[in-house]
């Protein structure tokens, strides 16, 4: 019996050291911040082309990512925006005041800077994903063999190093040719059929990746990401 209640009062004190070990992590996990989850606008649909991109940042300063006018309604609704630069990119109209009969507006600027986790200084030096649209800005269009310009449609991704001959699809082993130039260099290195690249491939880093990957950029978005841009980039030939 004796034994009995030392194991009852030792499962009592394990029950109660639980317990408070339970209510220690429940007031950790109430008090911990979380950051507001953030609606999934797209930027392919029809209503988001109502206005031009909004250009994020960090709060350093360091570009982001290209949002739609209702993400960015989004974000002064919740009070995210730290601060902003640039002109104004669009005002839109709300609900009206039940007391006042005033009409709500937001105006966002075309560059603003976001509270919350720095997510851009994290993504920054991330090498961008390849593609044709992308890669063929980065070259101006221009074929890397015989340095005609061409239009999207007349272009293809070559690999300098082929596939045949282990290449891989990155940034630093393709280069725009137009399609003569890449059929006749075929499954060779640029030596081998005597083609000579007349300019060198390079990762673009992430603000130039933010203008090529936008149509519709406005001019102080340009001025402010070109600040950012290496410079090795033919972005600054533009």
Request: with cysteine; net charge positive; charged share 25%.
């Amino acid at each position: 019996m004796q034994h009995r209640s030392k194991a009852a009062q030792h499962n009592k004190q394990s029950q109660k050291h639980s317990a408070r070990q339970g209510k220690i992590i429940m007031a950790n996990t109430v008090t911990r911040e979380r950051e507001p989850m953030e609606p999934a606008f797209s930027l392919f649909s029809p209503e988001a082309k109502r206005f031009p991109l909004i250009l994020t940042l960090d709060q350093n300063g360091i570009p982001h990512r290209w949002i739609t006018w209702q993400h960015a309604v989004w974000y002064y609704a919740k009070e995210r925006v730290a601060w902003e630069t640039g002109s104004d990119a669009f005002t839109v109209s709300g609900g009206k005041c039940r007391d006042t009969g005033e009409v709500s507006t937001v105006t966002a600027a075309s560059i603003i800077a976001i509270r919350g986790k720095a997510m851009a200084m994290k993504s920054f030096n991330q090498v961008p994903p390849l593609n044709n649209r992308e890669l063929f800005h980065r070259d101006r269009h221009v074929c890397g063999y015989c340095g005609g310009i061409f239009s999207h449609s007349k272009l293809t991704r070559d690999h300098i190093i082929p596939y045949s001959r282990r290449g891989i699809d990155t940034w630093m082993n393709v280069v725009t040719a137009c399609r003569p130039c890449n059929e006749r260099k075929g499954s060779r290195l640029p030596e081998e059929a005597h083609m000579e690249l007349i300019y060198a491939p390079y990762v673009p880093n992430r603000a130039e990746f933010l203008i090529l990957a936008n149509r519709r950029i406005l001019a102080d978005q340009m001025e402010f990401l070109k600040q950012h841009v290496s410079a090795q980039s033919r972005v600054h030939l533009s």
